[in-house]
């Protein structure tokens, strides 16, 4: 569907104006988001691997977010697709480990496969957000000089939720 979406979008060239087609992953930051729902499980000790645990987690701070979209406008020459996430995707089991050392719970049971989708249906969440795994990498950002204030889980889950 992606691929389709942005097949369309660069066929038609809008004279004089550059495309950009932003790959967005998932933006962690302050407030809620997609965080909250992850920080009450871990803080009741249910904050454990989900699933199988070995599906990819791309996502980006919410900081390196808005200075990756500063940092492209500034660029008058760059055009086409580029990944806005994190130069270290983690997996599922090491997102959730760092979560409970971030929010000093030692203990987090895990959720199978069928107690997530029951639970994202609930809530009204796709269960592939967490279940499917995706890995990643900002490669035209980085090639293009971006550095990342948050290139890792840790730093960027210390900042959020201290």
Known sequence: MAAEWERAFFNYA???????????S??????????????????WCLGGTQGSGEQWFSWIHIDD???SLIFLNERAGFSGPVNLCSP???RNKEL?????????????LPAPAFAIRIGTSVMGI??????????VHPARLQQEGFRFAYPDIRSALLEILS
């Open 14 to 24: 809008y004279t004089g104006v550059r495309q950009i087609a932003l790959r967005i």
């Open 26 to 43: 998932i933006v962690l930051g302050e407030n809620g988001g997609v965080l909250e729902p992850f920080v009450q499980l871990t803080k």
């Open 65 to 67: 977010f808005y200075r």
């Open 88 to 90: 270290h995707p983690v």
């Open 96 to 108: 959730m480990r760092t979560l409970r050392q971030v929010l000093h719970r030692p203990i987090g």
């Open 126 to 135: 796709e269960s592939d957000l967490i279940l499917k795994s995706l890995y």
